[in-house]
């Protein structure tokens, strides 16, 4: 199973402010929805409820929500433990690519552990005013697999682009 983290982050490391997205692009939420519909999506609670919840759980996607709180209820999705056991339930059921949807905690629990096979990044060609970052990442570990540029329009505040990263696997 390829164990996949997505995220829009901004030219300084900015992934939210206040518990929630700092822009407001479209395309990068069609972009998100056709990536990890059909997967397992694997998010943080307090991730999970900045998502608004008309939206939760995520249609079409396993959600599984990743908490300390033992009675932690989240209706239409499965509580999680940790990020371990959730790939572990995403892999026993037989899927082939898992999604770590975010926030910052854990994003940076599977970076710093090793856990991310492949990064969907939407970068925002911006510098925006946040309080949570993405993790660094180191460009030594990791090889360019695509890229799409998308220019700032009437719906886009700020240009991104879509950019794909795999792991370099060091034998």
């Known amino acids: 199973m390829i164990v996949s983290a997505i995220a829009a982050v901004a030219d300084n490391g900015i ?3 206040d518990g929630d997205l700092p822009w407001h692009l479209p395309d990068d939420m069609a972009y998100f929805q056709r990536t990890t519909r059909g997967h397992h999506v694997i998010t943080g609670r307090k ?3 900045s998502i608004p919840p008309k939206y939760r759980p995520l249609k079409g996607r396993v959600n599984l ?3 300390k709180d033992p009675g932690y209820d989240a209706p239409g999705a499965v509580v999680m433990s940790s990020v371990e056991e959730a790939l572990e339930r995403a892999r026993n059921a037989g899927e082939d ?3 770590i949807i975010g926030g910052g905690q ?3 629990h599977a970076m710093a552990k090793g ?12 510098e925006v005013a946040g309080d949570t970052r993405f993790p660094l990442l180191d460009p030594a570990e990791w090889t360019e697999r695509s890229r799409q540029r998308h220019e700032a329009d009437e719906r886009h505040i700020h240009a991104f682009s879509f950019v794909v990263l795999d792991r370099r696997h060091v034998p």
């Not at 856990?115 to 911006?126: C, E, K, N, Q």
């Open 97 to 99: 690519e898992a999604f």
């Open 47 to 49: 991730n999970y409820e």
């Open 65 to 67: 929500v990743v908490t």
């Open 15 to 17: 992934i939210g402010r």
């Open 106 to 108: 854990i994003y940076a």
């Open 115 to 126: 856990l991310v096979d492949r990064i969907y990044l939407t970068l925002v060609h911006a």
